[in-house]
Antibody
Framework: QVQLQQWGAGLLKPSETLSLTCAVY????????WNWIRQPPGKGLEWIGE???????NYNPSLKSRVNISLDASKNQFSLRLSSVAAADTAVYYC???????????????WGLGTLVTVSS | QSVLTQPPSASGTPGQRVTMSCSGS????????VYWYQQLPGTAPKLLIY???ERPSGVPDRFSVSKSGTSASLAISGLRSEDEADYYC???????????FGGGTKLTVL
């Protein structure tokens, strides 16, 4: 059974850098893409970006200038850093796994429990 | 503003069949599978339907999906109180090169 366990600071001041890490237990770390997705309070889901097992990344253009997603394959972990946060970045941040095959990419299947990150002065 | 469009709310009584829609475009629903998630209050989204109409182990066949062109619908038959949740549709978007989501439909069981 695949489990994603995430952690990181939950309260930030404007202009600080958000930092979250997600550890993957069970299943293969290879052959999947490891994603970060966020959900502002009372709102829908927004894809932030992803990293694959070889370290290649792909980001949402709307956040690309502030986002860095990295991985530590030796620990089956991947991390999110979002710089220069503002109140609009207040959200529950989820790590998630998604797959693909030769022809098709798929949305995430397994999700972490989420981390509420609040940005407030 | 979500890329996929869902009605904000839906409702039904126990035992009823309810449907909720998801509308997209040629770059997402028009060319890729639809996924559906159920999100109970305070919890992470749970995969409900994948590859347009496949259910993970443990998801009852009361949940089904239809898809045509750039639209999809989730149907829940034999509605139960525990089905009260937010439901999100998702699909891969070829223009974004990432997954896109609907804004969610809040289902109320009356």
């Amino acid at each position: 059974q695949v489990q994603l366990q995430q952690w990181g600071a939950g309260l930030l001041k404007p202009s600080e850098t958000l930092s979250l890490t997600c550890a993957v237990y069970g299943g293969s770390f290879n052959n999947y893409y490891w994603n970060w997705i966020r959900q502002p309070p009372g709102k829908g889901l927004e894809w932030i970006g992803e990293v694959n097992h070889s370290g290649s990344t792909n980001y949402n253009p709307s956040l690309k200038s502030r986002v860095n997603i990295s991985l530590d394959a030796s620990k089956n972990q991947f991390s999110l850093r979002l710089s220069s946060v503002a109140a609009a970045d207040t959200a529950v941040y989820y790590c998630a796994r998604r797959g693909s095959d030769f022809w098709t990419n798929y949305p995430p299947d397994y999700w972490g429990l989420g981390t509420l990150v609040t940005v407030s002065s | 503003q979500s890329v996929l469009t869902q009605p904000p709310s839906a409702s039904g009584t126990p035992g009823q069949r309810v449907t909720m829609s998801c509308s997209g475009s040629s770059s997402n629903l028009g060319s890729n599978y639809v996924y559906w998630y159920q999100q109970l209050p305070g919890t992470a989204p749970k995969l409900l339907i994948y590859r347009s109409n496949e259910r993970p182990s443990g998801v009852p066949d009361r949940f089904s999906v239809s898809k045509s062109g750039t639209s999809a619908s989730l149907a829940i038959s034999g509605l139960r109180s525990e089905d009260e949740a937010d439901y999100y549709c998702a699909a891969w978007d070829d223009s974004l090169s990432g997954p896109v989501f609907g804004g969610g439909t809040k289902l109320t069981v009356l």
